[in-house]
């Protein structure tokens, strides 16, 4: 005669050894562990394997930017002086009507002017491309403060250029300066930036040229490492 067969106990009957559990690493594996130690291990894990690699905390990455920035604008100074030096020259000549001096360009048709606006954009665009370079091989990250730092030192150094290369130039007082050379001589204008976009063409080609790199080849973000057999599906019951 055959015994009943006796029916398998409700589940919230089981015994809690017939329930998965995560595969125990380190090396407490074998012995007792306090609860959630196994979550703590996990927790510690994915702050040091994602968070470690993400570079120096806000406050070093602002102090760089503004040193960054700093030493970015005072590279206007020699900006400056090249544009002073390779800028052309506008012709001007004096000339005395009803007793009063008046200046007039010598060629109304020259386009020396505008030479002097795209030699500064040119010199610029330079600039720009070499701070940026620069940057990105001393730091080799990217991170919003340095870009920022790098794009505001851009524009403070255009601005010393351009009123350092005024100040290089011929003074700004073309009257007297045509009674000084006398009526019919011809002199060179004051040095003036007409199309003042010339100024954003530094921090714009710091700006894209680094993000640029930054993209192409700086470091990328590590993948996150879990623990194996740490998303395994609970054996058949």
């Known amino acids: 005669m055959t015994a009943p067969l006796t029916p398998p106990p409700p589940p919230h009957e089981r015994s809690a050894q017939d329930a998965w559990q995560p595969p125990a690493a380190g090396p407490g594996a074998n012995g007792p562990q306090a609860p959630g130690s196994q979550h703590a291990e996990y927790a510690e894990g994915a ?3 994602w968070y470690g690699q993400d570079g120096p905390g806000m ?10 920035s700093l030493a970015v604008a005072l590279g206007g100074v020699l900006l400056g002086a090249l544009w002073w030096w390779l800028a052309p020259h506008v012709p001007l000549v004096g000339d005395v009507v009803e007793g009063n001096w008046v200046v007039y360009l010598k060629d109304t048709e020259g386009e020396q002017a505008v030479g002097v606006d795209g030699t500064f954009t040119l010199l610029g665009l330079g600039f720009g491309v070499v701070s940026a370079l620069v940057v990105f091989l001393l730091r080799r990250r990217g991170g919003v403060p340095l870009v920022v730092g790098l794009a505001v030192g851009g524009l403070l150094g255009s601005l010393l250029a351009w009123r350092l290369g005024v100040w290089l130039g011929p003074a700004e007082d073309v009257i007297a300066r045509a009674r000084d050379v006398g009526r019919g001589v011809t002199f060179s204008a004051p040095l003036k930036l007409g199309a003042k976009g010339a100024l954003l063409a530094w921090p714009l080609a710091a700006l894209v040229l680094h993000l640029g790199l930054t993209g ?9 490492e879990f623990p194996e057999g740490a998303y395994e599906a609970p054996p058949a019951a």
């Open 47 to 49: 702050g040091h394997g």
């Open 59 to 68: 406050k070093t990455e602002v102090r760089e930017a503004a040193v960054i």
């Open 216 to 224: 192409l080849f700086g470091p990328r973000d590590p993948e996150p």
